[in-house]
């Protein structure tokens, strides 16, 4: 009898208990080395690929794309005796997955997922044509359904989803957009969110980012970005107003004496909020590498848990899209989360001259449980006093 070894849903992170298969990167019938990845399992907090844990033929696949299963379930087997046929690629940099070919292969065309290729007939969508963001710049389901503006739609043939009066599409819900919707409510229904708004002079630092930009990138090999000062300007004031540290659980507040921040960014699935790790301790120049290297494993997909757990704070940029003005929603349990919008000229009062400066809104969302308005008013003041000043930041005062 031949030696099967079993391929099972690995151990995801602290709370999670199923997955769901996004992409089978291999087919029956196909050889595989050993860590080559097999299987792209999504979940509601990241995506993961996973290996083969020996060289074989892969026999059995359990489960069809979009199916769910649980840690620990049995998901393919692997005939660990059969070689590789003659010309087979024995190395895992060298396989390519004979299910993701493009149609029509070229030498520049990305490799296209199964559901990929299917989506995209549906919609008349040509994918090579469009920015793949899984690993090696696979393109997902995701990316198809991104629509026009991320393709370019073939001569297309008639689809279901392009018959005449069809007016409606009805698509399941990702793990990432079902668990955010369940944290959003849930962030409403449990704790008392309030908001509170200022403004902040953005001369300052643009002054300062401005001059020692060049300097920055060539000393640091970092961009000098405005999010290094509000990560700084926030634990600042964090450490002014512990309570926005802090956390509810059950009749006790848990006040953090670390600074672990979240940064939102979008992701290759959606929103996503890694942390920068002891943001107290980091330099400007320390902060900047940071959030660049979660962004790029962002749009990969490739965060960890580890990189989403434990935040203390979040600071969530919606400037970068154009809004002017919103009330961020708690990401819990955190107590707090400031809102950055986008630097608009305004016109403005200056020791009683009017002048044009660059003005951004801020907000704060505060679990009222925990943080009094007065708080939250003076964290909002700590940060537009920090922003307006930035030598403040870099003497500590």
């Not at 964090?238 to 979008?266: F, M, T, W």
């Not at 940071?290 to 962004?295: F, H, M, P, S, T």
């Not at 490739?302 to 704070?313: K, N, P, V, Y």
Request: one cysteine or more.
């Amino acid at each position: 009898m031949p030696q099967l070894n079993q391929v099972k849903v690995p151990e995801l992170g602290e709370s999670i208990t199923e997955a769901i298969i996004a992409t089978w990167l291999r087919g029956v019938g196909e050889y595989v080395n050993a860590d080559d990845p097999i299987v792209e399992l999504e979940t509601d907090k990241i995506t993961v690929e996973v290996p083969a844990p020996s060289a074989g033929v892969l026999v059995e696949l359990m489960g069809d794309e979009g199916s769910t299963v649980n840690v620990g379930a049995l998901i393919a087997t692997i005939d660990a005796e059969a070689s590789a046929p003659a010309g087979a690629p024995t190395t895992a940099s060298d396989a390519t997955p004979a299910a993701a070919e493009p149609a029509g292969p070229s030498n520049d065309a990305p490799a296209v997922m199964p559901a990929a290729r299917a989506e995209a007939q549906r919609r008349g969508v040509d994918p090579s044509m469009v920015g793949g963001t899984g690993r090696g710049g696979r393109v997902l389901k995701e990316d198809i359904m991104r629509g026009p503006s991320a393709a370019t739609k073939m001569p297309a043939a008639p689809s279901a989803a392009a018959l005449p009066g069809e007016r409606e599409e009805r698509v399941r819900m990702t793990p990432l957009r079902k668990r955010i919707a369940e944290r959003l409510v849930g962030a409403q229904q449990e704790a008392a969110i309030l908001t509170t708004f200022n403004e902040c002079d953005m001369s300052e630092v643009m002054n300062l980012r401005k001059k020692y930009k060049d300097q920055f990138l060539d000393k640091h090999g970092v961009k000098l970005g405005f999010m290094s000062f509000f990560v700084k300007a926030a634990v600042k004031a964090l450490q002014s107003c512990p309570a926005v540290n802090a956390e509810i659980d059950g009749e006790e507040i848990i006040y953090k004496r670390h600074y672990d921040v979240g940064v939102a960014v979008g992701g290759g699935k959606g929103l996503v909020v890694p942390v920068i790790r002891d943001a107290d301790a980091r330099s400007f120049a320390g902060i900047e590498a940071e959030i660049g290297r979660l962004a790029g494993l962002a749009k990969n997909n490739r965060l960890t848990i580890a990189d989403l757990s434990g935040g203390t704070f979040t600071i969530s940029n919606g400037g970068i899209y154009g809004s002017m003005l919103s009330t961020p929603i708690l990401n819990p349990p955190q107590s707090g989360i400031l809102g950055l919008h986008n630097i608009v000229e305004r016109p403005v009062a200056v020791r009683g001259n009017v002048e044009i400066r660059p003005i951004m809104y801020l907000a704060l969302s505060y679990d009222h449980r925990l943080v009094d308005g007065r708080e939250a008013v003076q964290f909002l003041v700590d940060i537009k006093s920090s922003i307006e000043d930035p030598r403040r930041l870099m003497l500590e005062v």
